[in-house]
């Protein structure tokens, strides 16, 4: 008989799994790589402390609550030895970083096993790509069953793309996830795409999260941050963030803001969204980073959807 391991990105995903009753164990990936800094080394103990110096600083996250949270979690995984790992992650950017960085780890550490993928996403009774949550138990019972075997050539690929999120240059990321029509990450190259366009625009200085922060204050007629947050939440396509990461990007715009009860834009906010004044560098830090690279040291131009080194 074999066995199973189900490595989720998430608690909802886990519940889901809990209640469709399916056999095997279930390990929840508690990490957002998709923000500050990150190495190639997935688990090391150098790994896990740049993680929590930024959750600290970032988040004013415990030691405690990162050692209840994710490290115990992690520790659990390290002790799974399961036939089949079977990995089940949606399709938008937030999943997308923390399923490359798992496989890289898998790589590593259970090289031989055999690696199953579940992804959340197209659906034909859905309009919009869409979470687990979104799903039939018939659905996700249908999923499960036509999981993908990963190759050792889809491993590797993977691999390759989590060392190139994690490089000090993300120039490369521009054209290598483009070439691989045949790989089972089929979300992979849009959040790629999506993760590019994080870098600040030579237009205003925003990059593109930022400036759909501004247009949304602008339109929205929101009452207050909370629903602010909210229609962010419910518009975003691609990002999968949570309200927590919402709330501490509009705390780094508050100058763009004249009020945030209700929500109105300053009159610098206005001409920041409209590109009549570059904002690149009141936000500028040396200590914002997306992946391996440094957010600053780069601009995305949208006339040529290309980043420029600075």
């Known amino acids: 008989m074999s066995s199973y391991l189900h ?28 923000e500050g800094k990150t190495t190639t080394d997935v688990g090391s103990e150098d790994f896990w402390k740049l993680r929590f110096d930024f959750f600290s600083s970032a988040y004013k996250i415990t030691k405690k609550t990162f050692i209840d949270f994710t490290l115990k979690e992690y520790r659990n995984l390290c002790k799974q030895n399961q036939d089949e790992i079977i990995l089940w992650f949606d399709y ?74 994690c490089s000090d240059s993300p120039l490369r990321l521009e054209t290598v996830h483009k070439f691989n029509p045949s790989s089972p990450f089929i979300y992979l190259s849009e959040a790629i795409n999506a993760h590019l366009k994080r870098f600040p625009s030579l237009e205003n200085g925003l990059n593109s999260i930022e400036n759909t922060i501004l247009e949304t204050a602008n339109t929205s007629n929101a009452k207050n941050e909370d ?57 500028r830090s040396d200590f914002s980073y997306l992946g391996g690279a440094k957010k600053y040291s780069y601009l995305y131009v949208n006339a040529t959807n290309k980043l420029l080194k600075l």
Not at 9 to 26: A, F, M, P, Q, Y
Not at 142 to 154: E, S
Not at 230 to 242: K, M, P, T
Request: charged share 25%; net charge neutral; aromatic share 10%.
């Open 92 to 165: 938008d950017l937030f999943c997308q970083v923390n399923l490359v960085a798992v496989v890289s780890w898998l790589k590593r550490y259970r090289k031989g096993r055999k690696i199953t993928l579940i992804q959340s996403g197209k659906s034909d009774n859905h309009e919009k790509n869409v979470g687990y949550g979104y799903l039939s138990q018939e659905e996700l019972l249908d999923l499960y069953k036509n999981r993908v075997t990963l190759t050792q050539d889809d491993i590797e690929y993977a691999d390759y793309i989590w060392q190139l999120y």
């Open 227 to 283: 629903e602010l947050v909210r229609s962010l939440l419910i518009n975003q396509e691609v990002y999968g963030f949570g309200d927590v990461q919402y709330a501490k990007k509009i705390k780094e715009l508050k100058g763009l803001f004249s009020s945030l009860n209700p929500v109105k834009l300053s009159e610098t906010g206005i001409k920041v969204l409209h590109n009549q004044l570059n904002h690149y560098r009141e936000l």
């Open 7 to 34: 490595i989720t990105n998430g608690d909802t995903t886990t519940e889901i799994l809990k209640n469709l009753k399916i056999e095997g164990e279930i390990i929840t990936w508690r990490e957002m790589l998709c």
